[in-house]
């Protein structure tokens, strides 16, 4: 049973078009965060959601936002997509207590033509 | 500002010990961890340290000073499936974690 998972793992589409991507989790953890690692493979957190509540929101444009329709659920929506947001983009989820382990999703790279 | 360092390639022969070094710069710490993250997969966690000291877990050692804003992790017996990058991350004040831009170990046989 995946314990993260993300849909789909490769996304190609052409500038200016809006994409989503999903994020479930199965392992009934409070917070999901999406992360963007990109070609010199830093990991840079985008956001974060805590029962539902958007707790960290980094210097990301606007045109990127997060929906969690329940708490096993963080997907990523991207609008008028750019050729710098090629990356992978991972799906985490920790349990409660801030500094537990934070298990990943299996990445989705995204390839803006 | 926010700084993680990380030596960008390390090469290692199979059976032999490798360390990988890691230093911070942080506003706040809340513990420093360490990913393993082979090419096209996710990161996975490897180890925690919040405390000062050596921390032993099979092959793989971690070892923290805070007062020095320096880690490494310590390989033992390398196996050609140990060829991964290791990821180092802080975790803020902010409880936010800064990752470092990971260190990429290639094991030759």
């Known amino acids: 049973d995946t314990a993260v998972s993300q849909t789909p793992k490769y996304l190609v589409t052409q500038m200016g078009n809006d994409k989503s991507i999903k994020c479930e989790q199965n392992l009934g953890h409070d917070t999901m965060y999406w992360y963007k690692q990109d070609s010199k493979k830093f990991l840079k957190i985008m956001f974060s959601y805590n029962n539902k509540e958007l707790i960290i929101n980094e210097t990301v444009p606007n045109r990127f936002s997060p929906k969690s329709p329940d708490k096993a659920h963080l997907n990523l929506h991207i609008n008028s997509l750019e050729l710098g947001d090629s990356a992978v983009y991972f799906c985490?989820?920790?349990?409660?207590?801030?500094?537990?382990?934070?298990?990943f999703g299996p990445g989705t790279r995204l390839t803006v033509l | 500002g926010q700084n993680i360092d990380q030596p960008t390639e390390m090469t290692a022969t199979e059976g032999a010990i490798v360390q990988i070094n890691c230093t911070y710069q942080t506003s706040g710490f809340n513990g420093l961890f360490w990913y393993q993250q082979h090419a096209g997969e996710a990161p996975t966690f490897l180890s925690y340290?919040?405390l000062d000291g050596l921390e032993e877990k099979g092959r793989f050692s971690s070892f923290l000073s805070r007062s020095k804003g320096y880690s490494y992790i310590l390989l033992k017996e390398l196996q050609m499936k140990d060829s991964a990058s290791y990821l180092c991350?802080?975790?803020?004040?902010?409880?936010?974690?800064?990752w470092g831009a990971g260190t990429k170990l290639i094991i030759k046989p």
């Open positions: 340290n919040v």
């Open positions: 991350a802080v975790m803020d004040s902010n409880y936010q974690l800064i």
């Open positions: 985490a989820s920790s349990p409660p207590g801030v500094t537990d382990t934070q298990y």
